[in-house]
């Protein structure tokens, strides 16, 4: 079981990025899902989270309204559309997939986690 999440880079700010996190080996079509994001010497946060059906999200506070998670059940795939993005939104972004069919800002509530990828905005 894999979560491979791409679409990271170094963009300036104001850009936009779009992440995105395909899972193999399995369906996580019933699951929540979350990204996570680990900023340069400070812990794992969470940022955004989407129910297995995709009709609760919710976002950290400082991407409200910047960010938008969403899924493709189909696909077993999610993504973050991430705009207008800022310096302080460097970070290590990870997917990871919730043990239940909601999503969780609690960390210890997920099973699967993806590798991470990297994004850096410049200023």
């Known amino acids: 079981v894999q979560l491979q999440a791409s679409g990271g880079g170094l963009v300036q700010a104001g850009a936009s990025l779009r992440l995105s996190c395909a899972a193999s080996?399995?369906?996580?079509?019933?699951?929540?899902m979350g990204w996570f994001r680990r900023p340069p010497g400070k812990e794992r946060e969470f940022v955004a989270g989407?129910?297995?059906?995709?009709?609760?999200?919710d976002y950290v506070d400082s991407v409200k309204g910047r960010f938008t998670i969403s899924r493709d059940r189909a696909k077993n795939t999610v993504y973050l559309q991430m705009n207008s993005l800022k310096p302080e939104d460097t970070a290590v972004y990870y997917c990871?997939?919730?043990?239940?069919?909601?999503?969780?800002?609690?960390?210890?509530?997920?099973?699967?986690w993806g590798q991470g990828t990297l994004v850096t905005v410049s200023s």
């Open positions: 080996g399995r369906t996580f079509s019933n699951n929540g």
């Open positions: 990871a997939a919730a043990r239940g069919g909601s999503y969780s800002k609690d960390r210890s509530l997920y099973s699967y």
């Open positions: 989407i129910s297995w059906n995709g009709g609760f999200t």
